[in-house]
């Protein structure tokens, strides 16, 4: 760990991290990542104009498209999961990119190891 327990409480609370939340030595927060296939149908002259907004407008992405689930059966085996010591709901994206540095994602059919 990059050493989260030494953060400045004035500073943890700044970045919005609830260390009271995150020493609560009873609990685990368990993650987890999923992927999702989803699909939209364009006119070639729709995906060009999106093309060409991407590359002249910085607000314009393609978030924006309203796409649909594909339903793709196999997504059982592209989830998994981590878990992290205490409650770090008001910072998992820290804790999944710098503030653990022995995070293992787990399938659904193994035990979870709790980063550290």
Avoid at 42 to 67: A, C, G, Q, R, Y
Avoid at 69 to 84: H, K, M, P, Q
Wanted: without cysteine; hydrophobic residues 40%; negative net charge.
């Amino acid at each position: 760990m990059n050493d989260i327990t030494t953060l400045n409480p004035a500073f943890a609370k700044n970045l919005g991290i609830d260390i009271q939340q995150m020493n609560d030595a009873d609990k685990v927060t368990v993650v987890r990542r999923r992927v999702v296939y989803e699909e939209v149908v364009l006119t070639k002259s729709e995906f060009n104009n999106m093309n060409h907004l991407i590359k002249d407008d910085e607000d314009f992405s393609f978030d924006e498209l309203e796409m649909q689930n594909v339903g793709f059966g196999f997504s059982d085996l592209e989830t998994e999961y981590v878990a992290f010591p205490g409650d770090v709901t008001s910072f998992t994206d820290d804790a999944l990119t710098i503030f653990f540095e022995n995070k293992v994602w787990t399938e659904s059919y193994e035990p979870i190891q709790i980063a550290s």
